[in-house]
């Protein structure tokens, strides 16, 4: 099955476990909806226009509900993604500059600014998401990069504009380390179940990080030259740690590679037309989505492909695709 957003741009956001796949779309205006769809027909379920902002769309918690920036105010809504209803409408004193992240115990972990336009007066901050309330916050001057913190092992991982990365007790936002490679990071990091966070940087180098300090670093192959006088590799998406102990990660236009996440050392690359992170289906194969539509399911020991699991889903120029 297909189904056209009618919008530029159209992502798979999640899908909770037995329920619909939930779709962000938006077009050049920076106006954006919320789509629930049958996730073996593609027929639609539900849809919310003015959902969100251009840039943050919502995040799925431990819970199973939608966290998301409001559009129009400082404020946080929660949806249940079985029905589009939004459940509470949690007002904040700082207007959010990054999507959120909650973790199992309730805490809403986002980025925000007090002052709009400021990034001098950003901060991380955390909240109880029933009530709303901030139980800490914590300065980042220069701002973050709108991807959500990460919440691993105690922790809470997030990147600033500045490049750096930043880890922060769960609990009480206290400083744990920061990591300031000469290069700036560009993404969210990774974090394997073991512990090891990951991160690369705009220079296409992948850290492996033990308490903020480098156990390994591996810069990918470049690709032969393009004609165009381009740069040669770029690393389009944040990276994905797999519970297999594989790291993976999506270069531009060109491949996705696997690099063995006790070592940093190529295991496998696979060509792929790919400007979207790879993601794992419950057989535990890697998919890609190529920029035709196409998925890719490749065999995550020896990269080859496979047949990928039910329910997979592509995205196209505003299109969802369900093989």
């Known amino acids: 099955w297909t189904w056209n957003s009618g919008d530029d741009d159209a992502a798979l956001l999640s899908r909770p476990p037995g329920g619909p796949c939930l779709a962000a779309s938006g077009d050049a205006y920076g106006v954006n909806r919320l789509t629930a769809l049958d996730p073996d027909t593609g027929a639609v379920l539900w849809t919310r226009p003015r959902a969100y902002l251009s840039n943050l769309p919502p995040t799925l918690g431990p819970d199973g509900r939608l966290y998301g920036d409001a559009f129009d105010c400082n404020a946080i809504n929660v949806w249940n993604p079985s029905t589009g209803a939004v459940q509470q409408h949690l007002d904040l004193p700082f207007a959010p500059t990054t999507r959120p992240t909650a973790d199992a115990q309730g805490t809403l972990f986002v980025g925000g600014s007090r002052t709009p336009l400021d990034a001098q007066s950003e901060a991380l901050h955390a909240i109880d998401s ?19 913190p990460v919440v691993a092992h105690h922790e809470v991982l997030c990147t600033g504009r500045d490049g750096k990365v930043y880890a922060l007790d769960e609990e009480t936002g206290t400083p744990r380390w920061v990591f300031a490679p000469q290069t700036p990071i560009t993404h969210s990091v990774a974090v394997s179940p073991a512990g090891t966070v990951f991160a690369v940087d705009e220079h ?20 032969p030259p393009n004609p165009y006088g381009l740069p040669d590799l770029d690393v389009s998406q944040p990276l994905l740690a797999a519970p297999d102990g594989h790291v ?25 037309d790919t400007f979207q992170p790879p993601t794992l289906d419950a057989q535990g194969d890697v998919l890609v989505t190529n920029s035709d539509g196409s998925v890719l399911a490749l065999s995550p020991s020896q990269g080859d492909t496979t047949a990928p699991g039910a329910a997979v889903l592509s995205t196209l120029a505003g299109t969802l695709a369900g093989y």
């Open 204 to 223: 296409d180098t992948v850290y492996a990080l033990h308490e903020g300090q480098p156990t390994w670093t591996a810069p990918l192959q470049s690709p």
């Open 130 to 148: 029933r009530t709303g309330q901030e139980k800490w916050s914590v300065p980042l001057r220069g701002g973050l990069i709108a991807e959500a």
């Open 248 to 272: 993976y990660a999506s270069t531009s236009g060109h491949s996705v590679r696997a690099l063995d996440g006790q070592t940093g050392t190529q295991l496998w690359e696979h060509p792929a």
